[in-house]
């Protein structure tokens, strides 16, 4: 049973059913993670082949010759951007697994912030995409209420 004390000097203990709980979650974890890095490799691929395509087949869109690698960069991009979170969910995942087996405190620990890591990633792009979002709505209705007196 492992321990941990907190700063109002109040125990908390991991019980076994936690800690079966916990590595259940680590494998589901690295399952996840690493079905993360896999997607990640496909979109980095696929934005290198939507680059090559449009630079050999500049005629195949309308777009100017620049913009497909920067749409393929952008992809990239993308897919190194969800790279972050994955490795901060996959070294949760082993840490937690490590921590478990052997039961150390410290491991536990840092497979912990490994875990707020992950969620504190996740929530920022939240609250980014989120501003998007009200971005988005609120041109589209300024736009839609310039173009009524148009």
């Not at 980095?44 to 680059?51: A, D, E, K, S, Y």
Request: charged share 15%; net charge neutral; hydrophobic share 55%.
């Amino acid at each position: 049973m492992m321990e941990s004390t907190f700063e109002n000097e109040k125990r908390m203990s991991l019980t076994e059913m936690s800690a079966l709980y916990l590595a259940e979650t680590s494998k589901w974890a690295k399952f996840l993670s690493i079905v993360g890095f896999v997607s990640c490799g496909i979109m980095l691929l696929g934005g290198l082949f939507l680059g090559l395509f449009w630079s050999v087949m500049p005629n195949a869109s309308s777009l100017p010759s620049g913009f497909g690698w920067f749409f393929a960069l952008l992809y990239m991009g993308v897919a190194l951007l969800i790279f972050i979170p994955l490795r901060h969910q996959y070294r949760f995942s082993i840490q937690l697994k490590d921590a478990l087996l052997s039961n150390n405190q410290d491991l536990l620990e840092e497979s912990f912030r490994n875990l707020k890591s992950y969620y504190r990633f996740n929530g920022i792009v939240m609250i980014v995409m989120l501003g998007l979002y009200a971005l988005a709505i609120v041109t589209a209705i300024l736009g839609g209420l310039i173009a009524s007196f148009m």
